[in-house]
């Protein structure tokens, strides 16, 4: 997918997601009681991901290092002096 139209289907999903979870907090789904409740969380916590995946579409990874791993451009220096110390 070019980067255009992930972008556009990012910026979809999170106004999409906010829509979602919009309405399942404060629309009709609010007078969803008893095991019915249920769905009603599981919409909040859908619309959530939606959220989340949509920004990761308007934000890639470009280096493809994850959180725990640090770029290339931020790792520290090789030793070329072969000193070891």
């Known amino acids: 997918m070019s980067p255009r139209w992930g972008r556009a289907a990012g910026v979809a999903g999170v106004l999409a ?3 979602l979870g919009c309405w399942s907090a404060l629309g009709p ?5 008893g095991a019915a409740r249920w769905p009603r969380h599981a919409l909040a ?19 493809g290092g994850g959180a725990g791993k640090p770029a290339a451009r931020n790792a520290a220096p090789a030793d070329t002096e072969g000193t070891g110390t």
Request: glycine fraction near 18%; charged fraction near 20%.
């Open 29 to 33: 789904p609010q007078t969803w009681e």
């Open 45 to 63: 916590l859908g619309s959530l991901g939606v959220i989340g995946l949509g920004a990761r579409l308007v934000f890639p990874e470009r280096d």
């Open 17 to 19: 997601g906010i829509a």
